[in-house]
């Protein structure tokens, strides 16, 4: 790859969590960095932070990937600047607790816009310009819930099933290329996820949850050796192993359990 110095990585949900971390990674390795989120203080903030301690230029897109035209927007403000994005990371992505006959079809409707349709714009507009230019890496934020059925998040399981599948087929697509692809597939990791998705009282949370800064490095250091994919955390890869033998049935039946309000268990 080119000099480092002369790279972009754009991150979107990068103010927060595991894109944050991810954006510490790719300063500290010399990339400029296009900062992707919803509020422009959190950005600017984390702007300052990084040009600061890094050195490297940090432009920043206040963007809404819950709304149906932002993903487009976003790619068209980073061609009139003149960029050229080396690395995409689709970061951001919400869930949504609660059983599926209950929730609000609004809001799950939103949660499919941001993991899947915003991600498949995302990625379809800036893989096209790296084929084109016979370089660049694409980091997808998959989750070990894409290889699990997820009740009491049935939807968000059901996004990242379609992320994973979809970058294993481009993976296969872009083979000739220089173009890499990587899945991210963490387990329950701490970061703001579960107070967005109203699971305060899920039982989860009373698992070892891992922490945002080794996800962040292990899914940078597969991305950077072109790995198709990579389990964060020896515990989330046992599950995804046993999972993979297991009847589908038994493993919704343990994710049922894991998930499930604490409330439930002490009735």
Same mark, same amino acid.
Request: charged share 30%; proline share 5%; net charge negative.
């Given at each position: 790859m080119a000099d480092a110095n002369s790279n972009y990585a754009l991150i979107t949900g990068a103010t927060v969590g595991i894109g944050y971390e991810l954006a510490k990674l790719f300063a500290h390795d010399g990339y400029n960095l296009i900062l992707v989120a919803r509020t422009e203080e959190d950005l600017q903030n984390r702007a300052n932070e990084f040009s600061q301690q890094y050195g490297v230029q940090v432009v920043t897109i206040a963007k809404d990937l819950f709304q149906p035209d932002a993903a487009m927007q976003l790619y068209n403000e980073v061609k009139d600047k003149g960029l050229e994005v080396n690395v995409l990371v689709n970061d951001a992505g919400q869930g949504q607790y609660g059983l599926f006959v209950e929730q609000d079809l609004t809001r799950l409707h939103e949660i499919i816009q941001l993991n899947v349709v915003s991600l498949t714009t995302l990625t379809h507009v800036f893989v096209k310009d790296m084929v084109a230019r016979n370089e660049g890496r694409i980091l997808q934020l998959a989750s070990i819930a894409s290889q699990l059925p997820g009740p009491w998040q049935a939807v968000y399981h059901a996004t990242k099933a379609y992320v994973l599948s979809l970058t294993e087929a481009l993976i296969v697509e872009l083979k000739d290329t220089g173009v890499t692809l990587t899945a991210l597939q963490p387990g329950a990791t701490d970061t703001d996820f579960f107070n967005k998705a109203e699971m305060q009282? +899920? *039982?989860? %949370?009373? +698992?070892? %949850? +891992?922490?945002?800064? *080794?996800v962040a490095k292990d899914g940078f250091e597969a991305l950077m050796k072109g790995d198709d994919k990579v389990v964060s955390g020896l515990k989330n890869k046992v599950m995804v192993g046993m999972s993979n033998v297991m009847p589908e049935s038994?493993?919704?039946?343990?994710m049922d359990k894991m998930q499930q309000p604490k409330s439930e268990s002490s009735k």
């Open positions: 009282d +899920s *039982k989860i %949370l009373d +698992s070892n %949850l +891992s922490d945002p800064a *080794k038994m493993v919704a039946e343990q």
